[in-house]
């Protein structure tokens, strides 16, 4: 099997974990499994051979997982991560940077960051949903074509969250 084809594959364990992700209620379980599913998205890049985007994920995964261990034990996340993880991303942005398309996951990744700082998971899932119908450009242009099904069931899940916790507070 080739490169290609493990790449999609993997793809499809990401997805689940990322739409799973948006329909839990507590923003620490949403920040676990994003952590977990930015891990085999990266994976999936690599093999793809699309570093910017790799090395977004990689970012991702660990901005997502030290906030969850916060959001977990009740702390807030201080501004002073949420530079850290900025500073973090533009500078892997630089050193991987290849033309305009490699704009696209520093720029989602920078939302990311500054959605899930704010103890609001309103706010994450407006900016995943948002970001959902960007991935499907990018990963239409790199190869990742599982992952367009994915952003269409993240824009699906995430649409009907909204609306499902629209009047829960949380």
């Keep these: ?3 290609f084809w493990i790449a999609q594959i993997i793809g499809i364990v990401a997805i689940a974990l990322w739409v799973i992700s948006v329909q839990k209620k507590e923003e620490y379980k949403i920040l676990l499994l994003q952590a977990v599913a930015n891990l085999i998205y990266a994976v999936q890049y690599v093999l793809l051979q ?8 990689i970012v991702s995964f660990f901005r997502c997982y030290i906030f969850y261990k916060k959001r977990k034990n009740g702390k807030n996340i201080s501004k002073l991560w949420l530079i850290i993880f900025i500073v ?8 991987t940077y290849d033309g305009y398309l490699s704009l696209i996951p520093i720029i989602i ?7 899930s700082w704010m103890k609001d998971a309103k706010w994450i899932r ?3 949903l948002i970001a959902a119908f960007i991935w499907i450009y990018y990963n239409y242009v790199v190869g990742a074509y599982i992952c367009i099904i994915g952003n269409v069931f993240e824009i699906i899940s995430g649409t009907l969250a909204l609306i499902r916790f629209s009047n829960v507070k949380e």
């Design 1 to 3: 099997m080739s490169k």
């Design 50 to 57: 699309v570093f910017p985007a790799a090395f977004m994920n």
């Design 88 to 95: 973090i991303v533009i500078v892997f942005g630089i050193l």
């Design 109 to 115: 990744t920078l939302f990311y960051a500054i959605s």
């Design 126 to 128: 407006i900016v995943f």
